[in-house]
């Protein structure tokens, strides 16, 4: 763990990353102390620019809301489905992928073209219907994004587990009697994580633009704000008020960017690059 | 040719049980859908007596069991009729059909530019590791990589169309302008720069990612180091070694990405208004027609497929170790 931290932080990527998560995680869990507003009441004239009233430092839009609020309970939601759905995937993936390389045989080929036919369908189409018929709440969101990010994970954990089944300390947990189920978990799980886990990065991005762009499209969370919906209420007043859409924008691509970064650092930090040069 | 055929029998013969297990997720999608497609008509008709619905159901075969209703769905997939648009009120095939040649073009369009200018990028900054262009080149690529593509539409939009008045803002064409022949190709192609841009420039950021990574890796091989010690230039080593041999695992991700930017294009036709397969999907969503959006499902699935066979077979055809005894293997 030491060694994991310190590994970390010789990544120059990997700090800026985490310094940029964190500032967001900060405003995302402080939203309720700093700006103690409701993000969805009228305070202000509509329409105010961004910069000319300090009590709405970024402008107001077309109701008369804070931007600012909105934006950072935008955060919340972003990181809170980016990262829940990031989670369902890695669990379902590696879970999948466990099973499929164990198992064999049968099992194994019909996980596999399972997988493939996740991989055969774009990911946000799937996610489109899928809440589209299932309705948009934050569970069913969670739950479409991770749909189509899991077989990755799967995949991986996949080639991980077929390669270390064969390695000596499997063999001697064999010998010794282990069941398979305590081989799996305590054996082969813990040392087919790692590379998995430096899929968390680009699954977590992928989670939020893919959030982003559902609420875009007015599938979103109907109960939360959300970067992709503001984008979408901003969207008509492009000639007028073309902060309304770009600041968001911003916030998106920011996250995003600190998702990327730290990721690079956890990649240095899981020594993969160490491991497959 | 003869092993390009044999490719083709050996991934259309593996593609048969993917496509099965896709067609039964969207019956199983479906299933889970509150009311059927016969409510659903009857909304859009503004509403309808008992007996008309029953009439309906049986006429579908609706109000038969799961299993003989899957078996009616396959049926009649097989038969190519991909069932009745409750939106368009017509077939779903020909509304397909019409749909899908724009985002072909869309993402043909987005494909070269991304492969042709990320490659071309990627193997500026492979070229020398580490130099101020490759630090420019990698930070703003990863930046270009987390920048949604709906939200770069509007911004394009806000400088290209609002701001400079360039190009337009919307459409695939000028309605009603009359134009023929290459006027009228012009006019298209003007109306799709800045969608084409928006879909395509994460991938190019993803492309010179990728081009730069695999660059880094071929430069520590041992050719390299004979091409240095017989005294070629640095540009030749460059060109004829390093890329020529990082471009290969390119083509491949063609193919991967194809998914993808199927996806992507869904929220591109809708930022730009363009007439195509994506922004089907979210008419039949925002209408309610799940027959609809299944069977766009099924048709992308059928795309994926076929695009990653014509992947696979520039790939046998780029690298002569492909397909050759493996596929007579299988």
Do not use: C, I, K, Y
């Given at each position: 763990m030491k060694a994991f931290v310190r590994r970390f932080m010789s990544s120059p990527e990997g700090i800026a990353g985490a310094l940029v998560l964190l500032l967001l995680a900060l405003a995302a869990v402080l939203a309720p102390i700093i700006l103690p507003g409701d993000p969805a009441a009228i305070v202000g004239r509509p329409l105010l620019p961004p910069f000319s009233d300090a009590s709405f430092p970024l402008g107001t839009d077309q109701l008369g809301r804070d931007v600012l609020t909105r934006l950072v309970y935008g955060a919340q939601a972003s990181l809170t489905v980016g990262l829940s759905s990031a989670l369902v995937a890695i669990l379902a993936g590696t879970l999948v992928g466990t099973v499929a390389g164990l198992a064999g045989g049968l099992v194994d080929e019909a996980l596999m073209r399972v997988v493939d036919a996740f991989q055969i369908v774009p990911g946000f189409l799937l996610a489109l219907a899928f809440v589209s018929v299932a309705g948009p709440s934050l569970a069913v969101i969670v739950l479409a994004v991770g749909l189509g990010a899991w077989t990755g994970p799967a995949r991986l954990a996949r080639a991980e587990v077929l390669s270390i089944r064969e390695r000596d300390y499997v063999a001697s947990a064999r010998v010794i009697g282990m069941h398979p189920a305590e081989i799996a978990f305590r054996e082969v799980l813990p040392n087919a994580l790692p590379p998995v886990l430096s899929l968390v990065s680009v699954i977590v991005a992928a989670a939020v633009l893919i959030e982003a762009a559902l609420s875009f499209l007015g599938l979103g969370d109907p109960n939360a704000v959300t970067w992709g919906g503001m984008i979408a209420e901003g969207r008509n007043l492009l000639r007028s008020a073309p902060f309304l859409s770009i600041i968001p924008g911003l916030g998106l691509v920011s996250a995003v960017v600190g998702i990327y970064l730290f990721g690079e650092g956890l990649v240095e930090a899981l020594s993969i690059r160490g491991r497959r040069a | 040719m003869h092993r390009a055929w044999r490719l083709t029998k050996r991934r259309l013969v593996a593609s048969i049980p993917v496509l099965a297990i896709v067609i039964l997720g969207t019956f199983l999608l479906m299933e889970l859908a509150p009311g059927d497609a016969v409510d659903a008509y009857l909304v859009s008709l503004g509403g309808g007596d008992a007996g008309l619905a029953e009439t309906l159901r049986q006429s579908y075969g609706l109000d038969q069991s799961a299993i003989s209703r899957l078996w009616l769905y396959v049926s009649s997939l097989a038969r190519l009729d991909l069932g009745w648009s409750i939106v368009f009120n017509r077939p779903i095939l020909d509304v397909v059909l019409e749909r899908l040649p724009n985002t072909l073009w869309l993402m043909g369009a987005a494909t070269a530019l991304a492969f042709t200018l990320g490659s071309l990028l990627g193997i500026i900054a492979g070229a020398r590791p580490g130099s101020a262009v490759d630090r420019v080149l990698s930070i703003g690529s990863l930046t270009l990589y987390a920048v949604p593509g709906f939200w770069l539409g509007l911004v394009l939009i806000l400088v290209f169309?609002?701001?400079?008045?360039?190009?337009?803002?919307?459409?695939i064409e000028t309605i009603a302008s009359g134009k023929t022949g290459i006027a009228r190709v012009l006019d298209i192609a003007r109306h799709l720069v800045l969608p084409v841009a928006s879909l395509g420039f994460i991938y190019l950021a993803l492309f010179l990612r990728m081009m730069r990574a695999g660059m880094g890796e071929v430069w520590r091989q041992d050719f390299v180091l004979a091409a240095k010690a017989k005294g070629l230039s640095r540009r030749r080593i460059v060109i004829h070694h390093v890329a020529r041999n990082a471009l290969l695992p390119l083509v491949t991700m063609l193919g991967l990405q194809a998914a993808t930017m199927l996806g992507g294009s869904v929220v591109i036709e809708s930022v730009f208004a363009i007439p195509g397969f994506g922004r089907l999907a979210q008419e039949a969503v925002a209408g309610r027609d799940a027959p609809l959006l299944m069977a766009i499902i099924i048709v992308s699935a059928v795309l994926v497929i076929l695009v990653n066979l014509l992947v696979d077979i520039a790939y046998a055809w780029l690298d002569?170790?492909?397909?050759?005894s493996e596929a007579a293997g299988r």
């Open positions: - | 169309s609002v701001q400079l008045r360039w190009l337009p803002t919307s459409g002569p170790r492909v397909g050759g």
